[in-house]
C-alpha cells in the first residue's frame, strides 16, 4: 500500500488486531463500535504493518468516546520486532492527554499532561523534520507540545496506543505516514506525478 | 511561579506499572501535600531511580521540594561548582543513582555538568532500550569492564554507539563502563546543536 495509511477500524466488537494490516504489540487492540480499544488494563498498542515508514513518520487518530481511566491516541516509533516499546499519546477520560514512552513494557510520561481537547479532534504525534529525537504534538494540526531529546527509540512504525479495555471508550480515524523532510531528492516521477511543484507552498 | 529544575527520584509503579516523579502530581500517584496542580516536565534515566525534571513552583513549593533529601534543586545553570565539598556532594548524589559523576570538577557550571548527564542519558536510555531492560540490574555495575559483562549486553552497547554514529574503537575489554558511558556522552555533546540541550513538554522549557 501507499503511505499515508488509513483506517476506520470497522469490523465486529473484539476483533484483535482489528484486520490484517494491523499487529498487536504490548497487549494490542480490539475493534470496538467501529473504532478501537485497549485489550487490558495497562498500555496497548498496535502498529500498522502493510507500510514500512521512515524513521520520521508520523500518526493521527481522535479518541471518540471514554469512561473513566480510559485513553486512546495516536502511536509512533512502535517496535515491530520483540520488544514492547512505543511513544504514546493517551486522550484521558480525566481531560488531559498524556504523551509518553512506553519501553520494554513500561510507560513513562513525558510531562504532567496537557489540557485535552474536545473528543473527536485529531490527536498527532510526529517525529520533527530535522532532529529525530524530538517529537511534536500536535492537536487538529496545530502544534500544542514539543519535546527534546527522546533517543531512546528509533525506527518503527506508526500505530495507535490505548490505556485499558473499556468497551465504551474508544479511538477512530487512524492515519499514519511519513514527515516530509526538506531537502530531499526530487525525481522525475515525482514532478510528473504532481507530487513536487516546484516548492510552492 | 518560577521554572525550575530539580533531580529527584523515580517511583515505580507496580499496579499500574507505571514510572512516575515522587512528590510531583501524577495520575496514578498523589502529589505531596501542597505540590497538588504543579505543572511539570522530565527527562529520566530510562527505567532507573533518577530524572531531571522542571516544574512551575511558587516559593513555598520550592521550600517544600528543598526540604526532602532525597530532592536536590539545582543551583542556577551558570553558577560554578566552588569547592570541594559542593562537588562531593554533587558526586555522591549522581553516583547514588548510577550516574557516573567523578568527573565533577571545581570550577564548573552546573549547566555544563547538567549537559553532560543528558547526554549520559541519551546514550544510556537508547542502549536500555535496546537491551529491554535496566543497564544497573544488580548484576552489572559502573565499575565493571566490557570484559566482564554479558556479551549480549556488550553487544548492545556496541550497536547503540553504532547507532547513534559515536566512535567506538576506543572502548576496549578493560574498559570500565563508567569510562564508556563518560566516553560516549563526551561524544554525543560535542555533536549536539545547543538547541538539543532544552527539557520541554506541558506549556514549561528549559534551556540548558
Same mark, same amino acid.
Given at each position: 500500500?501507499?503511505?499515508?495509511?488509513?483506517?476506520?477500524?470497522?469490523?465486529?466488537?473484539?476483533?484483535?488486531?482489528?484486520?490484517?494490516?494491523?499487529?498487536?504489540?504490548?497487549?494490542?487492540?480490539?475493534?470496538?463500535?467501529?473504532?478501537?480499544?485497549?485489550?487490558?488494563?495497562?498500555?496497548?498498542?498496535?502498529?500498522?504493518?502493510?507500510?514500512?515508514?521512515?524513521?520520521?513518520?508520523?500518526?493521527?487518530?481522535?479518541?471518540?468516546?471514554?469512561?473513566?481511566?480510559?485513553?486512546?491516541?495516536?502511536?509512533?516509533?512502535?517496535?515491530?520486532?520483540?520488544?514492547?516499546?512505543?511513544?504514546?499519546?493517551?486522550?484521558?477520560?480525566?481531560?488531559?492527554?498524556?504523551?509518553?514512552?512506553?519501553?520494554?513494557?513500561?510507560?513513562?510520561?513525558?510531562?504532567?499532561?496537557?489540557?485535552?481537547?474536545?473528543?473527536?479532534?485529531?490527536?498527532?504525534?510526529?517525529?520533527?523534520?530535522?532532529?529525530?529525537?524530538?517529537?511534536?504534538?500536535?492537536?487538529?494540526?496545530?502544534?500544542?507540545?514539543?519535546?527534546?531529546?527522546?533517543?531512546?527509540?528509533?525506527?518503527?512504525?506508526?500505530?495507535?496506543?490505548?490505556?485499558?479495555?473499556?468497551?465504551?471508550?474508544?479511538?477512530?480515524?487512524?492515519?499514519?505516514?511519513?514527515?516530509?523532510?526538506?531537502?530531499?531528492?526530487?525525481?522525475?516521477?515525482?514532478?510528473?506525478?504532481?507530487?513536487?511543484?516546484?516548492?510552492?507552498? | 511561579?518560577?521554572?525550575?529544575?530539580?533531580?529527584?527520584?523515580?517511583?515505580?509503579?507496580?499496579?499500574?506499572?507505571?514510572?512516575?516523579?515522587?512528590?510531583?502530581?501524577?495520575?496514578?500517584?498523589?502529589?505531596?501535600?501542597?505540590?497538588?496542580?504543579?505543572?511539570?516536565?522530565?527527562?529520566?534515566?530510562?527505567?532507573?531511580? *533518577?530524572?531531571?525534571?522542571? =516544574? $512551575?513552583?511558587?516559593?513555598?513549593?520550592? /521550600?517544600?521540594?528543598?526540604?526532602?533529601?532525597? #530532592? %536536590?534543586?539545582?543551583?542556577?545553570?551558570?553558577?560554578?561548582?566552588?569547592?570541594?565539598?559542593?562537588?562531593?556532594?554533587?558526586?555522591?548524589?549522581?553516583? *547514588?543513582?548510577?550516574?557516573? =559523576? $567523578?568527573?565533577?570538577?571545581?570550577?564548573? /557550571?552546573?549547566?555544563?555538568?547538567?549537559?553532560? #548527564? %543528558?547526554?549520559?542519558?541519551?546514550?544510556?536510555?537508547?542502549?536500555?532500550?535496546?537491551?529491554?531492560?535496566?543497564?544497573?540490574?544488580?548484576?552489572?555495575?559502573?565499575?565493571?569492564?566490557?570484559?566482564?559483562?554479558?556479551?549480549?549486553?556488550?553487544?548492545?552497547?556496541?550497536?547503540?554507539?553504532?547507532?547513534?554514529?559515536?566512535?567506538?574503537?576506543?572502548?576496549?575489554?578493560?574498559?570500565?563502563?563508567?569510562?564508556?558511558?563518560?566516553?560516549?556522552?563526551?561524544?554525543?555533546?560535542?555533536?549536539?546543536?545547543?538547541?538539543?540541550?532544552?527539557?520541554?513538554?506541558?506549556?514549561?522549557?528549559?534551556?540548558?
Amino acid at each position: 500500500m501507499a503511505l499515508p495509511a488509513t483506517e476506520t477500524f470497522t469490523g465486529t466488537d473484539t476483533t484483535s488486531p482489528p484486520n490484517a494490516n494491523w499487529t498487536n504489540k504490548t497487549n494490542g487492540i480490539s475493534i470496538q463500535t467501529n473504532g478501537f480499544r485497549g485489550n487490558v488494563s495497562a498500555v496497548n498498542g498496535a502498529f500498522w504493518n502493510a507500510d514500512t515508514f521512515n524513521d520520521k513518520h508520523y500518526a493521527k487518530a481522535k479518541a471518540v468516546a471514554l469512561a473513566a481511566g480510559n485513553s486512546r491516541g495516536p502511536a509512533i516509533r512502535v517496535q515491530t520486532g520483540a520488544a514492547n516499546s512505543l511513544y504514546y499519546c493517551l486522550r484521558d477520560n480525566d481531560g488531559k492527554t498524556y504523551n509518553g514512552e512506553l519501553i520494554a513494557g513500561s510507560p513513562t510520561d513525558w510531562d504532567a499532561g496537557l489540557t485535552a481537547p474536545a473528543l473527536g479532534t485529531v490527536l498527532e504525534l510526529h517525529v520533527d523534520a530535522t532532529t529525530a529525537t524530538t517529537i511534536i504534538y500536535k492537536e487538529a494540526g496545530v502544534t500544542k507540545a514539543t519535546y527534546t531529546g527522546k533517543s531512546a527509540l528509533s525506527g518503527g512504525a506508526a500505530g495507535v496506543s490505548a490505556y485499558e479495555a473499556g468497551t465504551t471508550s474508544y479511538g477512530d480515524d487512524w492515519e499514519g505516514g511519513n514527515v516530509a523532510v526538506a531537502g530531499g531528492t526530487i525525481l522525475p516521477q515525482m514532478i510528473q506525478q504532481g507530487l513536487y511543484t516546484g516548492g510552492a507552498r | 511561579m518560577t521554572t525550575r529544575l530539580y533531580l529527584l527520584p523515580v517511583l515505580h509503579l507496580t499496579d499500574p506499572v507505571y514510572n512516575v516523579p515522587k512528590y510531583l502530581p501524577h495520575r496514578f500517584n498523589p502529589a505531596l501535600a501542597g505540590l497538588e496542580g504543579v505543572v511539570w516536565a522530565w527527562v529520566t534515566y530510562l527505567l532507573e531511580d *533518577a530524572g531531571l525534571l522542571i =516544574a $512551575d513552583v511558587d516559593d513555598a513549593q520550592h /521550600t517544600l521540594l528543598l526540604g526532602k533529601t532525597d #530532592v %536536590i534543586a539545582v543551583p542556577p545553570l551558570d553558577t560554578t561548582i566552588g569547592n570541594a565539598t559542593v562537588r562531593n556532594r554533587i558526586r555522591n548524589i549522581l553516583e *547514588a543513582a548510577s550516574i557516573p =559523576a $567523578d568527573w565533577v570538577a571545581v570550577g564548573m /557550571t552546573y549547566r555544563q555538568v547538567v549537559r553532560t #548527564v %543528558i547526554c549520559l542519558f541519551q546514550f544510556h536510555n537508547r542502549a536500555v532500550a535496546r537491551l529491554l531492560r535496566r543497564l544497573w540490574d544488580g548484576t552489572i555495575n559502573m565499575e565493571m569492564t566490557v570484559s566482564e559483562i554479558p556479551a549480549g549486553t556488550r553487544d548492545r552497547l556496541q550497536e547503540t554507539a553504532d547507532e547513534l554514529g559515536l566512535d567506538y574503537s576506543g572502548v576496549t575489554g578493560s574498559t570500565t563502563l563508567r569510562v564508556l558511558l563518560k566516553g560516549m556522552a563526551d561524544q554525543i555533546n560535542n555533536l549536539l546543536d545547543p538547541g538539543f540541550f532544552r527539557i520541554d513538554g506541558a506549556g514549561l522549557m528549559l534551556n540548558l
